[in-house]
């Protein structure tokens, strides 16, 4: 999604995180392109950049001033405004250590 031009302006609370979104894909396509082949490319060279991206999300979770950052981003990747019944699922290794998988939940946040 970092790719993407128009996530940044539907997106503008990742606007700061674009410099580094966008070195973390060229040293993964270049890792590709030096092992031969882009799927042997070093995905770990992506950890960095979408621990920063998940991490937006998961301070935005905490802070109703912020609430509009996960809105923008579930409403982004559904592709609906309408998103009262609507979440994102990411998993990706767990942020506070070790390798195992974690689901990190996206929903329409409202403040109270």
């Known amino acids: 999604m970092s790719a993407e031009p128009e996530f940044y302006e539907k997106n503008p609370a990742f606007l700061p995180l674009k410099n ?16 031969g082949c882009h799927c042997r490319a070093d995905t770990k060279l992506l950890i960095p950049c979408v621990t920063a991206f998940l991490n937006v999300l998961l301070q935005a979770k905490t802070d109703e001033n912020q609430y509009d950052t996960v809105n923008n981003f579930v409403r982004y990747v559904a592709k609906v405004e309408d998103i009262s019944h609507t979440g994102v699922s990411v998993y990706f290794k767990n942020l506070d250590g070790g390798d195992d998988a974690t689901r990190y939940e996206f929903y329409e946040l409202r403040k109270p």
């Open 20 to 35: 580094e979104m966008d070195a973390c894909r060229k040293a993964f396509s270049d890792s590709g392109k030096s092992a």
